[in-house]
């Protein structure tokens, strides 16, 4: 009820004020489960997303949302409660693992499931390495994965801006479904974890047409942080290349934006 409320409220204002379009919306079923990959440019794509669409859409919020104290916390846990997000921990380990079953269990109930692959917000507007939590979804539900790609949300709410500029008119692109089933069975095998999440992140940048870095966003944004790189021990890593945290950084994708 609070997501169609929120949805019936918010969905005229954000379409007068910003005047959003969308691409290839049909190729979301109407019925069943379905697993909505998106890039993740800003704040914005939380609403800006699922708004072209008929069903409703649930992300695994970030316990922090539901937590928080004072006008601001009880602000917060009103607007996701009230959207029907599902808070879940995802500070790694058994916890990463209760998100991803939370997640299959949303689509074991025929939803649609929106996230994240990326894992956080894209700190310069490029494409980031996909976590393979997205791909574990896929396998272990049989269901297809719809590529989604947000266009210009990042120009109008970049990362430390509060506002979204009106002058930028945001757009959502939907691909045609993945379907993985060619895969049944290995959803263990981290080989074919990553090719499948590859491909999904392949369908995600030819949608986005952004340029695509093959190391996490998360790393990205820890190696830019002022006085990083002069850090004892932490010399720079190429991009690309593999490190000891890796399989740290194959925990379940995040579902509703990040901090920046």
């Known amino acids: 009820m609070g997501y ?37 440019l800003s704040f914005s794509d939380h609403f800006f997303g699922p708004l072209p669409l008929p069903r409703k859409v649930t992300f695994l919020a970030k316990s922090e949302y539901f937590t928080g104290r004072g006008l601001k916390g009880l602000i917060s846990k009103a607007f996701f409660r009230g959207v029907g997000q599902i808070p879940v921990d995802r500070t790694g380990g058994q916890a990463s693992e209760r998100a991803l079953r939370t997640g299959l269990r949303v689509l074991a109930e025929g939803k649609l499931l929106g996230i994240y692959p990326e894992g956080t917000r894209t700190p310069d507007g490029r494409l980031y390495r996909g976590k393979t939590g997205v791909a ?19 120009e109008l709410q970049p990362p430390g801006r509060l506002l979204p500029r009106l002058s930028i008119r945001p757009g959502t692109r939907f691909g045609k479904p993945l379907d993985f089933s060619r895969y049944a069975g290995l959803e263990s095998d981290r080989l ?8 999904i992140m392949y369908a995600v940048m030819n949608l986005s047409g952004q340029v695509y870095v093959d190391e996490y966003a998360q790393r990205a944004k820890k190696r830019a942080k002022p006085g990083s790189a002069a850090a004892p021990g932490n010399a720079a890593t190429p991009v690309g290349a593999a490190t000891p945290d890796d399989a740290a950084q194959e925990a379940v994708p995040s579902s509703t934006p990040g901090p920046s």
């Open 4 to 40: 169609w409320v929120a949805k019936a409220i918010l969905g005229p204002i954000l379409a007068i004020l910003f005047r959003p379009w969308s691409e290839g919306a049909d190729n979301v079923p109407r019925e069943g489960p379905a697993i909505l990959a998106w890039n993740h």
């Open 192 to 199: 074919v974890l990553r090719a499948v999440t590859d491909e």
């Open 136 to 154: 574990r979804l896929a396998l272990e539900s049989g269901a297809p994965v719809i590529p989604c790609a947000m266009i210009g949300t990042f």
